[in-house]
């Protein structure tokens, strides 16, 4: 089994894409994002850090990243990492205990982002995502799966959308240089629909 990287800016279709990925190829799915929120609604110390910098759309600092995906991470099963690394540290950071084969850079323009940021809701109890527009659950506010309720995310607010978008560029996107120099990035086109997406990924890593 390969370690895959997904790569892309917020609202690119990271999870999105990692669910589908995770059903078709068996990984271990590891997002930095759903570990943190669950650290939040939690209320465990690492929570109580992590709210500030989330809210702000601020990155948490790396030293507490790389702690919590090590401790995650199962050598003897193939991992997919969503929203991780962020930084070259954490790049550098997450060689120093295993290996990445694939990176792929979901490409996609910002007021496609903005646009899908605004119109997604999760559900409160799982964590399903959905889109007002293009992935609308079958009963309004309720997920399909739990029927649990469906909510914005905190950080989804406008104004952070567009600090999140400011910090992905100043410390996320050196990672495609990054990557493309050690000749392992693939760049997938994001703005299609999801399926098309996957069908593009599920190709590069059979
Ligand atoms: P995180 O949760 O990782 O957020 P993100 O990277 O900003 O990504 P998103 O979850 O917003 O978007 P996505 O790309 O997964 O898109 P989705 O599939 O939901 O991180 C949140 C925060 O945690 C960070 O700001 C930071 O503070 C902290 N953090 C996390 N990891 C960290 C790290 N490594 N280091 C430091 N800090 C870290 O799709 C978006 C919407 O579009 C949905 O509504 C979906 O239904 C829709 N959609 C998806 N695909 C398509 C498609 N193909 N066509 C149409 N609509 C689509």
Do not use: W
């Not at 996107?173 to 593009?200: I, K, N, T, W």
């Amino acid at each position: 089994m390969k370690n895959v990287v997904l790569l892309g800016p917020p609202g690119a279709g990271k999870g999105t894409l990692a669910s589908r990925l995770v059903q078709a190829f068996g990984f271990l799915h590891v997002s930095t994002g759903d570990m943190l929120r669950e650290e939040v609604a939690k209320g465990t110390p690492l929570g109580q850090l992590a709210h500030g910098y989330m809210a702000r759309g601020e990155l948490v600092p790396d030293e507490v990243i790389l702690a919590l995906v090590r401790q995650r991470v199962d050598a003897r099963k193939g991992v997919l990492f969503d929203g991780f690394p962020r930084t070259v540290a954490q790049a550098e950071g997450l060689e120093r205990f295993t290996s990445v084969d694939v990176v792929v850079f979901l490409e996609i323009g910002q007021e496609e982002v903005v646009r899908r940021l605004s119109s997604r809701r999760v559900c409160g109890a799982c964590g399903a995502v959905y889109n007002l527009v293009t992935q609308p659950p079958r009963e309004p506010g309720r997920c399909d799966r739990c029927g649990g309720p469906l909510v914005q995310r905190e950080d989804d607010r406008p104004e952070v959308v567009a600090r999140r978008f400011e910090v992905y560029m100043r410390d996320s996107a050196p990672l495609v240089a990054y990557y493309a120099q050690r000749g392992l990035l693939r760049r997938v086109p994001a703005d299609r629909s999801p399926e098309e997406v996957f069908q593009a990924v599920a190709q590069i890593l059979r």
